[in-house]
């Protein structure tokens, strides 16, 4: 089955679901298509991987040598862990300077990561099942996942567990009850011609309509959109762990 609309999160269980890209599914089983342009890539795995881990050899056929060259920047709380895709070499995975063969790197759903992709424009296709943490209510199709955003360090680099594209609050679920996450700011890459020219900055505050306001807390702005496979930088200001709860 092809869905190309946004739908219930109901009919999950009939199909991986997705407002931006293409996203094929039979049951909770299936593939979603991202596409890589040349350049970087704000990417998030929404699956888990089939193989038996998420680590990235899983995620990305790395031994096609169709991702030769590409670079991998993994945001560790205060800095990018810098990996080199490479065929070549034992793990398919190299160290920065595409020398030494590592220890491939865990990309879990619900964490993202920029891609500098090297090579011509691509299509990243992930494959695997849509990640579950516990049962949801009787009348949800497949169950909830939990992501915990860390207090300490500040900002982490976070994506929707589930395979969905859309508002982060209406189709995501990151909500702000009683206002506790009042304050706390949203980092989405702004990417153009390969490069990140920067992020667009929205503030959470339940006191301005909509419950967005622009970098200064002052102006509401539009509930920030996420695509499916994408994420965006979050700095937790609120002092606790955030427990995003995703039911579908």
Known sequence: MKKTLLIAAAALAAGVISSQAQVYSQNI???VNRPLPA?????ANPLDATGGSNSITNVINVMSGLYDGDGLYIWTGVTYAQYTIDSTVSTGIADAADINAVTPPIINPGQSIFINNLNASN????VGT???DGAGASTNAVGLTTNTIPSSPAFSYVASKAPVGGGITSVLGLQNPGGALDGC???IPNISGGSVNGFTQVTIDSTVAGGFADPADINPVPEPVIPVGSGFFFNNLSGSPVVWVQSF
């Open 29 to 31: 089983v299936g593939y």
């Open 39 to 43: 350049g970087f890539n704000n990417i």
């Open 185 to 187: 700011v949203l980092y």
């Open 123 to 126: 299509v990243l296709t992930f």
């Open 130 to 132: 849509v990640h579950v």
